[in-house]
């Protein structure tokens, strides 16, 4: 599998767009004809946009973020570099540039609170979070500073294809490395922001496994729902209290041996109709 690519790391749309198109015919996911019926416009013309003899529309490139999956601040920074080769004059330019340079300076402060991490491709992305697996398998590989094909199989219960497919997979994208036989995390972290559309799949692959986990649970296992009617001020103060709670158990988990796989779910929220 090609590198993953990290669209803030290009200055030009036009370069994005033919090294995406690159990866996913290296990979097999899609080329330019295909993405070219996906905005509705002839091949040719998207081969002319790559070659700089025409612009993407504004309308095509919101398509074309929106098949990429882009997140909020991938989009917004995929807008700026098709408005700066657009812009009529320089004034328009620079303040497309300057846009540019803030959204990436947004991004710097994000990357910095949450750690050291890995961003996936948005293809990437889909399949690491299509199912609790995906994470699961990953988070074990740190256990005993490492697992085998046939421990993970044996953890989760897995045909032992279906774990070597998992393990192929995070070993290619850099998630997990391998020595010898023994798979081991590569990462701390990998990241997802809280714009994907990938997030609401992540948080409901888990509460799910909370819900199927519950008929099976242990007396030391805790589960708890408490509907409440309380002030704004209120929520307020208990959402700072489960906050610290998160960062303590953050604490925790970062300097405690791996020996099993947990899982934390918390919500808190405004019940609406």
């Given at each position: 599998?090609?590198?993953?690519?990290?669209?803030?790391?290009?200055?030009?749309?036009?370069?994005?767009?033919?090294?995406?198109?690159?990866?996913?015919?290296?990979?097999?996911?899609?080329?330019?004809?295909?993405?070219?019926?996906?905005?509705?416009?002839?091949?040719?013309?998207?081969?002319?946009?790559?070659?700089?003899?025409?612009?993407?529309?504004?309308?095509?490139?919101?398509?074309?973020?929106?098949?990429?999956?882009?997140?909020?601040?991938?989009?917004?920074?995929?807008?700026?570099?098709?408005?700066?080769?657009?812009?009529?004059?320089?004034?328009?330019?620079?303040?497309?540039?300057?846009?540019?340079?803030?959204?990436?300076?947004?991004?710097?402060?994000?990357?910095s609170r949450v750690g050291k991490h890995l961003e996936?491709?948005?293809?990437?992305?889909?399949?690491?979070?299509?199912?609790?697996?995906?994470?699961?398998?990953?988070?074990?590989?740190?256990?005993?500073?490492g697992q085998t094909l046939d421990q993970i199989a044996?953890?989760?219960?897995?045909?032992?294809?279906?774990?070597?497919?998992?393990?192929?997979?995070?070993?290619?994208?850099?998630?997990?490395?391998?020595?010898?036989?023994?798979?081991?995390?590569?990462?701390?972290?990998?990241?997802?922001?809280?714009?994907?559309?990938?997030?609401?799949?992540?948080?409901?692959?888990?509460?799910?496994?909370?819900?199927?986990?519950?008929?099976?649970?242990?007396?030391?296992?805790?589960?708890?729902?408490?509907?409440?009617?309380?002030?704004?001020?209120?929520?307020?103060?208990?959402?700072?209290?489960?906050?610290?709670?998160?960062?303590?158990?953050?604490?925790?988990?970062?300097?405690?041996?791996?020996?099993?796989?947990?899982?934390?779910?918390?919500?808190?929220?405004?019940?609406?109709?």
């Amino acid at each position: 599998m090609t590198k993953p690519l990290d669209l803030f790391s290009f200055h030009g749309y036009r370069n994005y767009l033919k090294a995406w198109i690159e990866h996913a015919r290296e990979n097999q996911t899609s080329n330019l004809s295909r993405l070219a019926e996906a905005i509705g416009v002839n091949p040719s013309f998207l081969a002319h946009v790559q070659s700089g003899l025409k612009n993407l529309s504004f309308e095509q490139a919101a398509l074309i973020s929106k098949i990429f999956n882009h997140t909020n601040l991938e989009r917004e920074y995929f807008f700026a570099l098709v408005q700066i080769e657009r812009a009529g004059t320089q004034l328009l330019k620079t303040y497309w540039e300057s846009k540019k340079d803030a959204i990436l300076e947004e991004r710097s402060r994000v990357k910095s609170r949450v750690g050291k991490h890995l961003e996936l491709t948005s293809e990437d992305r889909a399949i690491f979070y299509s199912s609790w697996i995906y994470v699961a398998v990953f988070v074990a590989t740190a256990i005993n500073d490492g697992q085998t094909l046939d421990q993970i199989a044996s953890r989760f219960s897995l045909d032992r294809s279906k774990a070597e497919e998992i393990l192929n997979f995070l070993e290619s994208n850099g998630i997990c490395g391998r020595e010898n036989s023994i798979y081991k995390m590569a990462q701390n972290s990998v990241y997802i922001s809280n714009d994907s559309p990938l997030v609401v799949k992540h948080h409901t692959n888990w509460r799910m496994k909370g819900i199927q986990k519950m008929d099976s649970r242990q007396k030391n296992e805790l589960f708890y729902t408490s509907p409440m009617s309380i002030s704004a001020s209120d929520f307020e103060r208990i959402r700072e209290l489960l906050l610290k709670s998160i960062e303590s158990s953050q604490k925790i988990a970062h300097a405690s041996a791996a020996e099993e796989v947990f899982c934390l779910n918390l919500d808190f929220f405004k019940v609406a109709t």
